[in-house]
């Protein structure tokens, strides 16, 4: 599941009675369930509404609508608790960026007497609840989303979090094999130290109970994940995985992989394009240990795309 801002495309509720299309809400809406919130308009203030902002007094911040003078803080505080705590079962969120209420950063933050000028950048009140609680899942924002790289790495963690969700409702130590051995691949490209760890864990040489063996594989899993992998990580997974056909593939298709990836080196070549090759290769040769490796197919086909902003 997916907590998104509600002016991202469902519901016209920014401060001046707007929403904001946003084209990933319709693509992801098939694949990912959405739990749409707006917590400006949760805490009671309508639509439309005067803006509010972040201030800092006294090395504190707050948030205040400044013409009414009221200050909202201990009811977005309040709200903010009260909702996150009742979600079970999120594996990622995408905020409005900027929003006084739900930018993840780059958020004005105003300061001084008149409190007129923005001073600094900061994060939105409730994202950095969101930020507080659920820091080790998919958080990004709707603008940070244009950017292919962003774009890749937010939609590859959120559904590794997603299986592993799912995995843990319902676990089993076999189950946990299975899924360190179907993304062994992927760990290896994002984060070798914790792979090898997560390894241990799961062959639970400690005979640890399997709740907790579940809970640790989780967190090892969400730090594992925690940001997009170097090229030049990729580039040694892709090499042993090119090693599997090195007796197959003709010299040319072995020359025309190699400068792809130096395409991809030089970032002009998504990771997709090296994945297709290799997927192709998979399929021609039916190569039964890559097969299941969550690397080549790491979220559904229907959400690759290669619009990229650079942003
Ligand atoms: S940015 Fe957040 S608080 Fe502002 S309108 Fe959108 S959902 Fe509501």
Redesign the pocket.
């Known amino acids: 599941m997916v907590v998104v801002?509600?002016?991202?495309e469902f519901e016209a509720?920014?401060?001046n009675g707007q929403k904001i299309s946003f084209d990933w809400v319709d693509r992801l809406r098939d694949q990912v369930t959405f739990l749409p919130?707006?917590?400006?308009?949760e805490i009671g203030l309508g639509i439309p509404r005067d803006p509010i902002k972040i201030v800092k007094r006294k090395d504190a911040l707050h948030l205040v609508q400044p013409s009414t003078e009221r200050d909202v803080s201990d009811d977005m505080h309040a709200f903010a608790e009260r909702f996150l705590q009742s979600l079970s079962e999120v594996d990622g969120f995408i905020?409005?960026s900027r929003?006084p209420?739900?930018g993840i950063k780059d958020v004005k933050l105003y300061t001084g007497k008149r409190e007129e000028m923005a001073s600094g950048k900061t994060t939105g009140m409730?994202a950095a609840h969101v930020l507080k609680r659920f820091g080790g899942l998919a958080i990004e924002d709707e603008g940070r989303l244009t950017n292919l790289r962003l774009r890749e790495h937010w939609l590859t963690k959120l559904f590794a979090l997603a299986r592993f969700r799912h995995l843990a409702a319902r676990p089993s130590a076999v189950a946990l094999v299975r899924f360190q051995a179907e993304n062994k691949l992927l760990l290896m490209a994002y984060h070798q130290t914790r792979m090898r760890q997560m390894g241990h864990l799961v062959a639970n040489h400690d005979h640890l109970p399997l709740a907790q063996v579940v809970a640790d594989y989780r967190a090892l899993l969400q730090e594992a994940l925690a940001k997009p992998p170097r090229a030049t990580s990729h580039v040694n997974v892709l090499m042993h995985a090119m090693g599997y056909f090195k007796d197959k593939i003709s010299s040319a298709e072995k020359r025309h992989f190699l400068r792809e990836l130096d395409r991809f080196v030089a970032g002009r070549l998504p990771f997709s394009a090296l994945s297709g090759i290799l997927n192709s290769w998979i399929e021609r040769f039916d190569e039964s240990y890559l097969r299941p490796q969550t690397y080549f197919s790491p979220y559904p086909e229907a959400l690759v795309d290669l619009k990229d902003t650079g942003r």
């Open positions: 801002s509600k002016c991202l509720c920014r401060y919130v707006c917590p400006e308009v905020l409005k929003s209420s739900c409730f």
